[in-house]
């Protein structure tokens, strides 16, 4: 790498070449700048109004800029996104708020050039480009305006510095952006030129502070232009002119920008002037891996479905039952690619923008007009008309789509679509990734390893060897087994390392399903997994917003496919066994039961000890990470003692003994890590391996503990969903007892509970009880309130809190989709249809464990009312009766007559079903045993 000096000259500088100073190098001849860009920053005032993304492109495109810095965006969240030939890059709030916001956009040939974006916050976003012959750093900033104080200034220099330090010393870096700062006119030390504009005040003082600090210049102030390309701010009254934008770059590649200067004829309803500059730079071309996408749903087709049947035929050609099992697999793989490649490909669907050739025309025309206010007026005003009526007239274009996928009963294409319109679509967001000391990780080799060592610690266990099972027993694997299993199977999930669809396996028949079905058998006799199935990938999902650190993401597991329709036969076989060892305690992963039965258990069994003045000590217990801390030799000694057949043990423990597991990041993986506790995410055998743990730790635990509520005679002390634990007793001595003890065991079994998150509870109508209970000397928090499963549980066991909160969540998910609920071009049947799907489920949840009174049905009611309300645009200034709504709506009152009729078919499907709903039943109906 070259040695850069700079000799400053008398200070004044040509606005092409190097500002204020010649390069100093005995190897200049050797760098050779081989492109010239365009880079812009420019305050926008928001980019959250219609058209403002299409105009900022279309300026773009006038002034041929081909990166775009945006101050004040106004985009909430993190994230990329298309616009035409255009990619959006976008920081914003964690709140979803409209305000503030910084990003790029950046035309898409040179996107190609993107290395990383990191959104550090909603007033710091980094963009880094691969480029020759050193890489670029853009940092684009909006900093607090005067109404905030010096300290949220100083904070964000703080953050800007602390990215500075993790960057690379020889690259280039340029920090650029609204600083609302002034620096005034006249040269000011080394980092400052002489083309300043006005007064420097003391935003100016702490920004040439921080200049000075890094080694920045101040290019803007480097290069002579008349006034009219110095200023970056207009005041309304169009008298007052500022410059308070700026562009800083390190001083050693000062001489790669050419010219910087302001253009005050571009035009996007902004008090400010886009500051353009011209840097000397080669970009380079990031090779990414792309990842190959089918279109599955072209098997609907009969045609498309025959043809792919007839391609697959060609897997027993050659094919020997000697084969080895990595042999099979292989030609498999590759049969289905060819199949994927000639028949399976997406059409490409262009979507359609509802912005037109005649908005585009006329925000030009505005442009031009920008120094006449009157006529400027004007032409926006004609601007926004001609907006509103594109976006209705796509709206009316959604709604008939709507419609037809209504009409042809695709509830797939419905629900897309609904979602498109209400503007709830996802798009693809960033995330920014902090070490273990807060440092945020920038390399993508680094983000890599910090991955893999977050992976490896989680599943860090002293493990046994891999236990010595003696028994050979298991019947073959049927033709019928495989056929049940692949029926079952769900579409559109997400492929595994193999790349194998379930979609396709699917259309498997006759021959070919017997060839699977001796592939299968091989493995099962000799108990070896394929390399390809001991292989998962993990994809992150940050947990809530602004996740930085690895533990604030969920790690979701990807597996073949191949693999989960092999293990659903297993299940098949051991589902029985398994569910026979796990009480009637446990509502998690079992049959025919689930939340809904855990809620009305817990809510019927404490009101009941609550009529009868039975006190309620209780604890939810919160497990950390109880699925990743599942210790493997004590989960196969719990299945061998469940009675498993010889060969079923043989796979679960050699697929747990071999299992090798990589995170994918943007299309790249790391290192494999070998995963040595925890059960597998995303198998199908894991929850039924988990109930029969937990049920294990449970067993011991309690196993002659004579504590708990007495109901008919019997003691019970816990109800569970899962790893969601709630342990209860009649007494705060007997409940201490009792969470000694499932702490003891949970951790002799590898989990700990979650002393911070677990919390008690004491459900009485005394109000003088006092007390707390204690795990390892530390006491737990009492709370008054607590959600559990979704749903509220308080000391007063008042259930018109619930409803409330039901209410309320229904409300927010109602308004979320305001635009398809208030739209005028959809029948009301659909509007119907989408209400029960998308609000009606969300008030309902838990509903058959609810007690109503009168006034939570008339909260009800009125709730139901302003539904319909809103549907039909009525305004609450109208004097329109319910009577009236109900004749519009062309309905009768439905929510609270649904709420009475589940509650009725509930207790009667309990009441029907003893063996299956013993503890329901004796909740209900049971003797539950008073003081004394």
């Known amino acids: 790498m070259a040695t850069l000096s700079t000799k400053f000259n008398s200070g004044v500088s040509s606005s092409i070449g190097s500002p204020g100073g010649t390069v100093v190098s005995e190897d200049m001849d050797k760098i050779k700048w081989q492109k010239q860009i365009k880079i812009a920053t420019w305050n926008v005032k928001t980019m959250s109004q219609a058209g403002k993304i299409n105009n900022a492109i279309k300026e773009m495109q006038r002034m041929k800029l081909d990166i775009l810095g945006i101050s004040e965006m106004r985009w909430p969240g993190t994230g990329i996104k298309n616009e035409d030939d255009y990619t959006v890059y976008y920081s914003g709030t964690t709140d979803n708020t409209y305000k503030y916001g910084v990003g790029f956009i950046i035309e898409k040939e040179m996107a190609k050039c993107v290395k990383n974006f990191i959104p550090l916050t909603e007033r710091i976003a980094l963009l880094q480009l691969n480029s020759k012959p050193v890489n670029i750093n853009l940092i684009q900033i909006y900093a607090p305006t005067t109404d905030h104080g010096d300290e949220e200034v100083e904070q964000l220099y703080s953050q800007v510095s602390k990215i500075i330090q993790t960057l690379p010393k020889h690259e280039i870096m340029m920090i650029m952006g609204d600083f609302n700062a002034k620096l005034g006119k006249g040269r000011m030390g080394e980092h400052i030129g002489d083309w300043g504009l006005g007064e420097r005040n003391d935003r100016g003082d702490m920004l040439s502070t921080f200049a000075a600090e890094h080694n920045l210049i101040v290019s803007n102030t480097f290069f002579q232009h008349r006034t009219s390309r110095l200023y970056t701010w207009k005041s309304p009254d169009r008298r007052t002119r500022n410059q308070i934008d700026f562009v800083l770059i390190n001083q050693r590649f000062r001489n790669s920008i050419t010219d910087m200067r302001t253009y005050p004829g571009a035009d996007i309803r902004s008090d400010h002037n886009p500051l353009i500059g011209n840097i000397r730079i080669r970009l380079k071309k990031v090779a990414k891996k792309q990842v190959k996408r089918y279109d599955y749903r072209k098997l609907k087709d009969t045609n498309t479905k025959n043809i792919v049947k007839r391609k697959l035929e060609t897997i027993l050609q050659g094919q020997e039952n000697e084969t080895a099992v990595d042999d099979d697999l292989k030609s498999l793989q590759n049969v289905i690619k060819k199949v994927q ?48 009526s594109a976006k209705e007239a796509e709206k009316l274009e959604k709604c008939i789509e709507i419609e037809i996928c209504q009409a042809k009963f695709d509830s797939f294409n419905l629900h897309k679509k609904v979602k498109e319109m209400a503007g709830i679509t996802k798009r693809k967001t960033i995330n920014v990734l902090t070490d273990e000391q807060g440092i945020v990780v920038l390399d993508k080799e680094n983000i890599k390893k910090t991955w893999e060592q977050y992976i490896k610690e989680l599943f860090h266990d002293v493990r046994t ?77 940050p947990k809530k917003p602004n996740a930085r650190k690895c533990s604030d993401f969920r790690t979701i597991s990807l597996m073949s496919h191949l693999l989960k329709i092999f293990l659903k036969v297993i299940h098949g076989r051991i589902f029985k066994l398994c569910e026979e060892q796990v009480s009637e305690s446990q509502f998690g992963f079992r049959r025919a039961v689930g939340t809904r039965e855990a809620l009305f258990s817990i809510q019927v069994l404490f009101q009941r000890c609550r009529d009868v003045n039975c006190d309620i000590y ?68 894991s929850p039924v391996i988990f109930n029969v743990y937990s049920e294990h730790i449970l067993k011991e635990a309690l196993q002659d503990m004579e504590a708990g509520i007495l109901l008919n005679g019997e003691r019970i002390n816990n109800i569970r969903y899962a790893d969601d634990t709630v342990i209860f007793a009649d007494s705060f001595e007997s ?151 109900l004749r519009r709506m062309k309905k009768e009152m439905e929510v609270l007559n649904t709420v009475k009729v589940r509650k009725l078919q509930y207790l009667g499907h309990i009441m029907r079903n003893e063996n299956r709903y013993f503890l329901l039943q004796n909740s209900i109906q049971g003797k539950v045993y008073g003081p004394g």
């Open 341 to 388: 490649e000639e028949h399976l490909k997406p059409d490409k669907n262009m979507r359609k923008s509802w912005m037109t050739e005649e908005i585009l025309e006329l925000m030009e025309i505005r442009r031009i007009h920008k120094n006449n206010p009157t006529l400027y007026k004007a032409i926006q005003k004609q601007v926004r008309i001609k907006i509103r």
């Open 618 to 685: 209780a604890c939810f217990v919160d497990y950390q990470k109880a699925f990743d801390r599942v210790q493997h030799s004590k989960m196969i000694k719990a299945l061998q003692e469940t009675g498993l057949d010889g060969k079923d043990l043989k796979i679960i423990a050699n697929l747990y003994w071999n299992q090798v597991s990589s995170v994918k990041l943007e299309g790249e993986n790391t290192n494999n890590v070998q995963i040595l506790r925890g059960v597998r995410q995303g198998c199908v055998l």
């Open 465 to 541: 060897d891999p236990p010595t099972i003696d028994k050979h027993d298991g019947p073959q694997i049927l033709k019928s087994e495989i056929e049940v299993a692949l029926k079952n199977a769900k579409d559109r999930k997400a492929l595994g390392p193999d790349e194998i669809p379930v979609e396709i396996l699917k259309l498997l028949e006759g021959e070919n399903m017997e060839w699977l079905a001796r592939l299968f058998n091989k493995i099962y006799d000799s108990g070896i997994i394929p390399q390809e199935w001991i292989k998962s990938e993990f994809v992150i999902l």
């Open 735 to 885: 409940l201490q007892n009792l969470m000694d003890r499932v702490t003891l065991y949970s951790r002799k079994y590898g989990l700990d509970v979650n002393i911070s998150k677990t919390k008690c509870m004491v459900i009485s109508k005394k109000q003088d009880i006092y007390g707390t209970i204690f795990i390892d000397g530390t006491p737990l928090e009492r709370v008054k309130q607590y959600t559990y499963l979704g749903t509220n549980v308080n000391d007063d066991w008042d259930h018109s809190r619930e409803i409330r909160i039901r209410i309320e969540k229904a409300r927010a998910a109602f308004i979320k989709m305001k635009k398809v609920f208030t739209s005028h071009d959809l029948q009301l049947s659909t509007k119907l249809r989408l209400l029960r799907c998308y609000v009606f489920s969300i008030l309902f949840y838990g509903v058959e464990s609810w007690t109503l009174t009168e006034a939570s049905s008339k909260k009800l009611d009125a709730f139901e009312m302003w539904l319909y309300r809103r549907i039909l645009r009525i305004p609450w200034t109208a004097k329109v009766t319910n009577k009236d709504v």
